[in-house]
């Protein structure tokens, strides 16, 4: 079974696809840590994440930056939009994640293209949702727990400026894949958030318990 699941920073697809993962029994792939190791591989090149050709030299990543804890931070994520934009870079990881999609057995993964791009036939493809305050709050909260300065403010403007540009870039945008199941969690704890998604899946996959 491939469980697809996309939506914007923040929205807690992350918590929801690693807890699906867990019940489930499955692989779990955050793929926004690859387009984040992108954009720090570039960073510390010295190249532009702007420039295509400087970004698709860095998809050669080394594997040992997917565990650098520099690369949760709002710097990486910003680096990680902007890298993203570029179609040959897209191209470039996308083999990686078809393969850990197609994995016997299935797997879960989360991004912003799984249920468009990656993985259209998933079984699952959940699209999470939050309002930007609520995702500010929390990027804000995690932030003040990993002793990060940095002000309310300045998370809410970055959100937005990410937001803009991963739905209106012309390679694999940010959208509802079709079929794809609506959570908004503004109002819903993490628990919660996660009871719903299992939830669903046991429906569309006519999993009873
Ligand atoms: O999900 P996360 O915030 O870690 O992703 C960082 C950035 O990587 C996103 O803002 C988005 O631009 C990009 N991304 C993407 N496609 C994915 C996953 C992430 O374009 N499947």
Do not use: W
Not at 41 to 66: H, I, K, T
Request: aromatic share 4%; with cysteine.
């Amino acid at each position: 079974m491939i469980i697809a699941v996309d939506g914007p920073t923040a929205s807690g697809k992350g918590t929801i696809a690693k807890a699906l993962a867990q019940h489930f029994c499955l692989p779990h792939l955050d793929t926004g840590m690859l387009y984040r190791a992108v954009g720090q591989q570039v960073a510390l090149n010295g190249g532009d994440p702007d420039s295509e050709a400087d970004s698709l030299a860095a998809c050669a990543f080394p594997d040992s930056l997917l565990v650098d804890p520099d690369l949760r931070s709002e710097v990486s994520g910003g680096l990680a939009s902007r890298v993203s934009v570029h179609p040959r870079v897209r191209q470039a990881l996308y083999d990686r994640q078809r393969m850990f999609a197609t994995q016997p057995g299935g797997a879960v993964l989360d991004g912003r293209d799984i249920g468009t791009v990656i993985a259209p036939e998933a079984e699952v493809k959940l699209f999470i949702i939050a309002s930007v305050a609520a995702r500010a709050e929390r990027r804000f909260l995690e932030m003040q727990r990993t002793g990060r300065e940095v002000t309310l403010a300045e998370i809410t403007t970055d959100l937005e400026a990410r937001d803009l540009r991963d739905a209106t870039r012309s390679a694999a945008p940010l959208i509802q894949a079709e079929g794809a199941i609506v959570i908004d969690t503004s109002l819903l704890s993490p628990s919660e958030a996660i009871a719903r998604a299992i939830s669903f899946v046991d429906l569309l996959t006519g999993n009873t318990g």
